[in-house]
């Protein structure tokens, strides 16, 4: 089956303007999990959508927005860019429940620069 | 606040002997644990996990303990192959609800053919 479909692989912008993540999960998942990856901090928890509603929230701020829609497909938001928001953003797909015994599968990422 | 802690940024093996990499939590809920390896340019992939009722949990050369007490666990890759050389991030969840998955910094295994 597909795996997780993260689109697109590599953005450059400018400070100040927003940009938009697409993540496709696995067909049948209906939890989709956003991480924001940067050098030395590890994998920094965003947030968690299931079906269609945000089920948990990591400590970012106001700029950092998602969605989920009703084929489970989600976007994250990131408003009036930083130079600090360069990082890989990783999409986690899962079904949704007890997210630790069937584990995360993770998509590709996009490679976001901020200049 | 970093609950789940990664200490060695990296590490450096001779292929064929044991790598052990390290992990400490601070979080007394966390009682699922999880270990994930990441390649460059692609994201990471599942390992191995263990529950916190365990404290041993095998699965071919990768075999991860639990010290409960200690709020330590580890992971040790026997024996290690050129192949692993990989980022290994530690993860930690409450089994029992929703909650979100939170991981360690990261260590970077390199393996020496």
């Known amino acids: 089956k597909a795996g997780v479909t993260q689109t697109p692989r590599y953005l450059i912008k400018t400070r100040g303007q927003q940009v938009t993540l697409s993540c496709s999960p696995i067909?049948?998942?209906?939890?989709v999990s956003w991480y924001q990856q940067t050098p030395g901090q590890g994998l920094q928890f965003l947030f968690e959508y299931f079906s269609e509603t945000q089920r948990n929230k990591g400590n970012f701020p106001g700029r950092f927005s998602g969605r989920q829609f009703s084929n489970s497909r989600s976007e994250m938001n990131v408003s009036t860019l930083e130079l600090g928001d360069s990082a890989l953003y990783l999409c986690?797909?899962?079904?949704?429940?007890?997210?630790?015994?069937?584990?995360?599968?993770f998509g590709s990422g996009t490679r976001l620069t901020v200049v | 606040d970093q609950q789940v802690k990664q200490n060695s940024p990296s590490l450096s093996v001779q292929e064929g002997r044991i790598s052990i990499l390290n992990c400490d939590y601070t979080?007394?809920?966390?009682?699922?644990f999880l270990w994930y390896k990441k390649y460059p340019a692609e994201g990471p992939t599942f390992l191995i996990s263990?529950?916190?009722?365990?404290d041993k949990n095998e699965d071919g050369r990768f075999t991860v303990f639990l010290n409960k007490s200690a709020k330590h666990l580890s992971l040790h890759i026997v024996p290690s192959q050129p192949g692993d050389s990989a980022v290994y991030f530690c993860?930690?969840?409450?089994?029992?609800?929703?909650?979100?998955?939170?991981f360690g910094t990261g260590t970077k295994l390199q393996v020496i053919p």
């Open positions: 986690a797909s899962s079904l949704g429940d007890r997210e630790g015994l069937y584990g995360y599968t």
């Open positions: 979080n007394s809920m966390f009682d699922y």
């Open positions: 263990i529950s916190s009722i365990k």
């Open positions: 993860a930690a969840t409450y089994s029992g609800g929703y909650q979100k998955v939170t």
């Open positions: 067909s049948g998942h209906r939890s």
